[in-house]
């Protein structure tokens, strides 16, 4: 009785979330040395106390597809639905704030909109949505949960926590390839993390994150640290954490998904879920950027382009 009761409680402490047991991450680490990663520095950071596998990313992950699945198809940007914006984005005081930020950062913001043509007030939006305004960057590792979802390509590894939704019959095969798809989704992230982190001078293991990885004060996942990014600072790389780079890499990635001088409601309704596929989050981004919009000298006039903007939209 009690073998039994031992085999049960090593069973159970192999799968809960922050465990080791269940870890090899032998894998992973010649993958990244075939990346021109140093050996030795990976052994390094795998060896880390805090470097422990994580089933809980991929398995999130795993079980909102399973949801999704035969729920509907995905939602079309083309086509905005009305959804409501997040209610925590438009309290008196998170919008108070957000106009400090934006006083505060006038002449940064000038620039952008000169060069992208993304008014500041959306810019600021986009930041307050994300990790209001810089003060909420994430509270994981993001060295940690790129590397668990990496490693949670094996499907086995997550298997223990899907039982429930596993429903239908071929429910497994699903997931199967979903943790196979994700995972070098993860990998890949992985690999421009540590990049990242070598450019910048940076510890991986001191990198905050969100529960997917995203980083810095603009949120992007680390490949696109490089692809939108912008270094303002002659640095020799964009750095997501410094508030003039986050500014600019969002206005540049707003500009490049089709936020342009001349680009209808429309448009620009897509370019924004292009940051984030809900239209909740859309719906936020415009809303506080409405309340953010000066209303001095031809504001009524803006007011009335956005009315027939909304007009040829529906």
Not at 220 to 236: A, C, L
Request: with cysteine.
């Amino acid at each position: 009785m009690r073998a039994k009761l031992l085999a049960l409680i090593v069973i159970a402490l192999s799968i809960l979330p922050g465990t080791s047991s269940a870890t090899e991450w032998t894998p992973l680490i010649e993958r990244l040395r075939g990346e021109a990663f140093d050996e030795a520095r990976l052994k390094e950071l795998y060896s880390h106390p805090a470097v422990r596998f994580d089933p809980r990313p991929m398995t999130a992950k795993v079980k909102a597809f399973l949801k999704k699945r035969d729920v509907r198809s995905p939602e079309d940007p083309v086509r905005p639905r009305r959804a409501a914006p997040y209610r925590r984005c438009l309290k008196a005081g998170a919008i108070a704030a957000a106009r400090d930020f934006k006083r505060n950062n006038r002449e940064v913001l000038e620039k952008i909109k000169k060069r992208y043509c993304v008014p500041p007030e959306v810019v600021v939006s986009v930041l307050l949505v994300e990790t209001r305004l810089g003060e909420n960057v994430g509270r994981e590792r993001a060295f940690v949960t790129l590397s668990s979802m990496a490693l949670a390509s094996d499907f086995d590894l997550v298997r223990p926590h899907l039982s429930a939704s596993l429903r239908a019959p071929d429910d497994e095969a699903y997931a199967r390839a979903h943790c196979r798809a994700k995972g070098e989704w993860a990998y890949n992230e992985l690999v421009h993390l540590l990049r990242y982190a070598e450019e910048s001078g940076r510890d991986p293991l001191n990198i905050p994150g969100s529960p997917y990885g995203a980083i810095g004060l603009c949120q992007f996942m680390p490949s696109n640290v490089g692809k939108y990014g912008v270094d303002t600072q002659g640095k020799g790389y964009p750095d997501p954490f410094e508030t003039a780079d986050a500014l600019h890499s969002i206005a540049n990635y707003l500009s490049r998904r089709g936020w342009t001088c001349r680009a209808d409601h429309g448009q620009r309704y897509r370019a924004v879920w292009e940051y984030n596929h809900s239209h909740s989050y859309v719906a936020t981004v415009l809303a506080v950027a409405e309340r953010l919009r000066d209303r001095g000298k031809g504001s009524g006039k803006v007011v009335q382009v956005r009315k027939r903007e909304r007009g040829a939209s529906s």
